[in-house]
Structures are given as structure tokens and as C-alpha cells.
Nanobody
Framework: QVQLVESGGGLVQAGGSLRLSCAASGRTFSSYTMGWFRQAPGKEREFVAGISWNINTYYADSVAGRFTISRDNAKNTVYLQMNTLKPEDTAVYYC????????????????WGQGTQVTVSS
């Protein structure tokens, strides 16, 4: 199983940008479809973005056009570039592998990292 450590969160004003990183352990990282999730206070964790082993990307409607997911298999790292941030993007952001066919949006691993807090002020 891959272990995941998220970083890069912080406090930013609306309209600003942040770049999140997810460092993964394990030699099979490159074979996984990877994704980002977020959980806002009082809400369920939700899918944000996914990237396949062959760099096909897809996004939740709420972030499409503003967020960009990428990966560097040589560094075992997945990134989430977040632009034009909105207060409603405030959440703890997590990464995980994704399971299922096509464009999966469900997490593969049952355990999660500590996440990284993103706070967007209005």
C-alpha cells in the first residue's frame, strides 16, 4: 500500500492561488490513478480531481477551469495547482489513489494522510 503525505496548504485571499503536493511512498505509485479530495467543516469528503497513470485528467464541476492536477512519477508526487480560489474552496485537502473503471472518483485506500488545510478569506 502507498503512504501519502500532503502539504502546501495555507491562508489565501479570494482570487489567490496555492499549489498542493502529495508525496507518496511505494514503488508502484506510477501505476495508480491518483486523486485529490477535500472535506469542508460539517460536510462529506468530496472528490476534486483525478489523474491517470497516462496523464488523463478530470475534475469536479466546482473546480474545473480553476484547478489543475499533475504528477511527477520520478518524484512519486502528485500536485494540485489551485487558481482563482473562492471561500467555498476552504477545506482540508487529501490525496488518495482512485479505484474503479473509466474516470474513478472513489478512494482506493481506506487510510488517509493528515491532509493539508486550505483557507480562503473573502
Amino acid at each position: 500500500q502507498v503512504q501519502l503525505v500532503e502539504s502546501g496548504g495555507g491562508l489565501v485571499q479570494a482570487g489567490g492561488s496555492l499549489r498542493l503536493s502529495c508525496a507518496a511512498s511505494g514503488r508502484t505509485f506510477s501505476s495508480y490513478t491518483m486523486g485529490w479530495f477535500r472535506q469542508a467543516p460539517g460536510k462529506e469528503r468530496e472528490f476534486v480531481a483525478g489523474i491517470s497513470w497516462n496523464i488523463n485528467t478530470y475534475y469536479a464541476d466546482s473546480v474545473a477551469g480553476r484547478f489543475t492536477i499533475s504528477r511527477d512519477n520520478a518524484k512519486n508526487t502528485v500536485y494540485l495547482q489551485m487558481n482563482t480560489l473562492k471561500p467555498e474552496d476552504t477545506a482540508v485537502y487529501y490525496c488518495n489513489a482512485l479505484g474503479g473503471r473509466g474516470r474513478p472518483t472513489e478512494p482506493l485506500f481506506g487510510s488517509w494522510g493528515q491532509g493539508t488545510q486550505v483557507t480562503v478569506s473573502s
